[in-house]
């Protein structure tokens, strides 16, 4: 506990929000932690508090790893918890004073802090539930004011937040998936604006939604879900867009498209040309990239499996994934540490037979979405 000669002259949430986020910057433990400490203490006494001061906290710590071992060792972890909570308490207050931004990134925040899970103690979960509850409400009544990165990081938020499924108030559960529909509308309206993170992020939110789930979701709420994922597919595949995705945006693309079963009899043939398509595009864009990790790895050979792999991109795809495997591996075993994931590299050894590869040192033919073929005995495909 800090002595009063110890305190900063602060005076308001605002300096003890920006103060904390360059001791962040710096990674200044120690001045992490007397901030913290001293904003707790302090916290009743100061100016009314915004709610961008709430957001921009939530921010910051969400890049702290709050629940980690250094953390845990310096006992910090209820110390944030505690901050985290009389934020929330204050967040409930002010919920109608979000914007767009604050919505986003207050949920982005809570979605890595396993608020539904055990890290958290006696009320302490309920008012961070509250607050997403209370933030769906105010994001509900103001999503024409979001744009295409509040749109895939909310998303992205909700589709890592238990509230689909559990009903945290009377009638929630429907007020989310009212949320999650005017962010598509929204989405759609503005579709032209997504780059290609925010692309790869709406694709693997929207999967985890399980859209296609007739008891979920009435046949219109699919049709626009679906027309939302079209339209960034054809998005994805403009060259300047195309040009900008990465290993694990193309891992997340992939993944998410064989999770929807994107060549099954939900989809029509139009809509399943131009998801095919970004396929061949991203194998042809992936086959020039390095730098994925095993889990990316290991969700490209699983989607590959899917797809008919005999077309020279797949197959130099694959061969290039075999060499970053190689690659993780040797410089693992030079120091002197097994594969960092067992449950990864299992998988991959077990897909890799069944998947064709090539050395791309020559030209290959180029992919259309019409040589890409359904592999899964399970789909039942149109057309």
């Given at each position: 506990?800090?002595?009063?000669?110890?305190?900063?002259?602060?005076?308001?949430?605002?300096?003890?929000?920006?103060?904390?986020?360059?001791?962040?910057?710096?990674n200044?433990?120690?001045?992490?932690?007397?901030?913290?400490?001293?904003?707790?203490?302090?916290?009743?006494?100061?100016?009314?508090?915004?709610?961008?001061?709430?957001?921009?906290?939530?921010?910051?710590?969400?890049?702290?790893?709050?629940?980690?071992?250094?953390?845990?060792?310096?006992?910090?972890?209820?110390?944030?918890?505690?901050?985290?909570?009389?934020?929330?308490?204050?967040?409930?207050?002010?919920?109608?004073?979000?914007?767009?931004?604050?919505?986003?990134?207050?949920?982005?925040?809570?979605?890595?802090?396993?608020?539904?899970?055990?890290?958290?103690?006696?009320?302490?979960?309920?008012?961070?539930?509250?607050?997403?509850?209370?933030?769906?409400?105010?994001?509900?009544?103001?999503?024409d004011?979001?744009?295409?990165?509040?749109?895939?990081?909310?998303?992205?938020?909700?589709?890592?937040?238990?509230?689909?499924?559990?009903?945290?108030?009377?009638?929630?559960?429907?007020?989310?998936?009212?949320?999650?529909?005017?962010?598509?509308?929204?989405?759609?309206?503005?579709?032209?604006?997504?780059?290609?993170?925010?692309?790869?992020?709406?694709?693997?939110?929207?999967y985890?939604?399980?859209?296609?789930?007739?008891?979920?979701?009435?046949?219109?709420?699919?049709?626009?879900?679906?027309?939302?994922?079209?339209?960034?597919?054809?998005?994805?595949?403009?060259?300047?867009?195309?040009?900008?995705?990465?290993?694990?945006?193309?891992?997340?693309?992939?993944?998410?498209?064989?999770?929807?079963n994107?060549?099954?009899?939900?989809?029509?043939?139009?809509?399943?040309?131009?998801?095919?398509?970004?396929?061949?595009?991203?194998?042809k864009?992936?086959?020039?990239?390095?730098?994925?990790?095993?889990?990316?790895?290991?969700?490209?050979?699983?989607?590959?499996?899917?797809?008919s792999?005999?077309?020279?991109?797949?197959?130099?795809?694959?061969y290039?994934?075999?060499?970053?495997?190689q690659?993780?591996?040797?410089?693992?075993?030079?120091?002197?540490?097994?594969?960092?994931?067992?449950?990864?590299?299992?998988?991959?050894?077990?897909?890799?037979?069944?998947?064709?590869?090539?050395?791309?040192?020559?030209?290959?033919?180029?992919?259309?979405?019409?040589?890409?073929?359904?592999?899964?005995?399970?789909?039942?495909?149109?057309?």
């Open positions: 506990m800090q002595s009063a000669s110890d305190f900063s002259n602060f005076e308001t949430h605002e300096e003890f929000s920006k103060q904390l986020r360059d001791a962040s910057l710096q200044n433990l120690k001045k992490i932690k007397n901030l913290v400490g001293e904003w707790i203490q302090r916290f009743d006494s100061l100016d009314a508090i915004k709610a961008v001061n709430v957001s921009g906290t939530f921010n910051t710590l969400s890049k702290l790893g709050i629940f980690l071992k250094i953390w845990q060792e310096k006992d910090q972890s209820n110390l944030f918890k505690n901050l985290i909570v009389k934020l929330a308490e204050k967040g409930n207050e002010i919920s109608k004073k979000f914007n767009s931004q604050a919505i986003a990134n207050t949920l982005n925040a809570l979605s890595k802090w396993d608020v539904f899970g055990n890290k958290w103690n006696g009320d302490q979960p309920k008012k961070l539930k509250d607050l997403i509850i209370k933030l769906v409400e105010q994001g509900n009544q103001t999503t004011k979001f744009n295409s990165q509040e749109i895939a990081n909310t998303l992205n938020a909700l589709s890592k937040l238990d509230v689909l499924d559990t009903e945290i108030k009377q009638g929630s559960k429907e007020e989310v998936k009212s949320f999650i529909v005017k962010l598509i509308d929204q989405g759609i309206q503005s579709s032209t604006q997504f780059n290609s993170q925010e692309i790869a992020n709406t694709f693997d939110a929207l985890k939604f399980n859209i296609l789930d007739d008891k979920k979701w009435a046949k219109d709420k699919q049709n626009k879900i679906k027309l939302l994922i079209v339209q960034l597919a054809k998005k994805g595949q403009e060259q300047e867009v195309l040009e900008n995705f990465n290993s694990q945006g193309i891992a997340n693309i992939l993944n998410a498209f064989s999770e929807l994107i060549l099954g009899d939900k989809w029509t043939n139009n809509e399943q040309e131009e998801l095919k398509s970004l396929i061949s595009q991203l194998a864009r992936g086959s020039g990239i390095e730098g994925c990790n095993l889990k990316g790895i290991a969700k490209i050979y699983s989607a590959l499996l899917k797809w792999n005999d077309d020279d991109e797949f197959k130099s795809l694959t290039k994934l075999e060499k970053q495997v690659a993780i591996a040797q410089k693992q075993n030079e120091e002197g540490n097994i594969l960092d994931n067992i449950r990864f590299t299992s998988q991959i050894i077990t897909d890799l037979p069944n998947l064709k590869s090539k050395e791309d040192n020559q030209p290959g033919t180029a992919l259309s979405g019409a040589t890409i073929s359904d592999q899964s005995p399970k789909a039942k495909t149109q057309g």
